[in-house]
C-alpha cells in the first residue's frame, strides 16, 4: 500500500486536505467497513477494512487510560494523521497533524459545538492553511454513531451508519459502514470518525 505524508497537502494550491494528490483519493465513491476494536490485545482503536475486506486504516491506543492523543495509522504502521486533544477546553478541540508528529502548525482543527446547541451540527472542521475557516461540518444522525459530514455547500461527502445485514439486521453498535464521495480523502474522513469516536467514547 501507498504512504502517505499529509503534510504535503499544505503545498497544493487547494487549502482543503481533500487534494487529488493522496492516494487515498478516487474518482468513485467507496464503502468502508469500520470495527471500533484495536487489533491490538488489551488496545483501544477501531480498524477499517476497505470493499475487498482488506484492511487499509487503523487506530491504535495503547494507553488505555489516556485518550488525549491518537494515531491514525495505515496497515504497516505508517503514521498518516497525529490527533490530540487540547486541555483546558471544556467543550473541546482536536488538532490533526501529519506524519512528522505533534508540532507546527495542524493540518485541520475539529471545534465541537456547545454542549446544549439545539443544532445537529455537533462539529466544525477548519482545514485550510489557518484552520481558522471552516471546510466541513460534522452533524449527527441519530443518538448512536451515524453522523454525516458536510462541505461548505451542504453538500454530503461522507455518512456513517450502523452496518446492517442484506436482510436489514445490525451486525451491533460497533461495526460501522463509512460512505465516502468521489475526490474526498479517505484518510482525512477516517481521521474525523476517529475524532468522532473520541468524543463519544467508543475509542
Not at 507546527?104 to 446544549?116: A, D
Not at 436482510?167 to 465516502?180: A, F, P, Q, S
Request: charged share 20%; glycine share 10%; hydrophobic share 35%.
Amino acid at each position: 500500500m501507498a504512504k502517505i505524508c499529509p503534510e504535503l497537502l499544505l503545498q497544493q494550491s487547494s487549502s482543503s486536505p481533500s487534494s487529488s494528490s493522496s492516494p487515498y483519493v478516487t474518482s468513485i465513491r467507496e464503502t468502508f467497513t469500520i470495527w471500533m476494536k484495536s487489533l491490538v490485545f488489551h488496545g483501544n482503536g477501531c480498524t477499517v477494512f476497505n470493499s475487498r475486506g482488506e484492511i487499509v486504516f487503523r487506530v491504535d491506543n495503547y494507553q488505555e487510560s489516556c485518550r488525549d492523543e491518537v494515531c491514525l495509522m495505515d496497515l504497516k504502521g505508517q503514521v498518516l494523521f497525529s490527533i490530540k486533544r487540547e486541555k483546558l477546553r471544556v467543550l473541546g478541540r482536536w488538532n490533526g497533524y501529519g506524519c512528522g508528529g505533534i508540532k507546527g502548525r495542524p493540518l485541520f482543527q475539529v471545534r465541537r459545538n456547545g454542549m446544549f446547541s439545539r443544532e445537529d451540527v455537533i462539529c466544525n472542521v477548519g482545514c485550510d492553511e489557518n484552520v481558522g475557516n471552516n471546510c466541513y461540518k460534522i452533524q449527527q444522525l441519530d443518538k448512536n454513531s451515524s453522523f454525516k459530514v458536510t462541505n461548505t455547500a451542504g453538500q454530503v461527502v461522507a455518512e456513517v451508519k450502523q452496518k446492517k445485514s442484506s436482510k436489514g439486521i445490525g451486525y451491533g453498535d460497533d461495526v460501522l459502514t463509512l460512505e465516502v464521495e468521489p475526490n474526498i480523502d479517505h484518510s482525512l474522513i477516517v481521521a474525523l470518525v476517529t475524532i468522532c469516536g473520541l468524543i463519544h467514547g467508543k475509542l
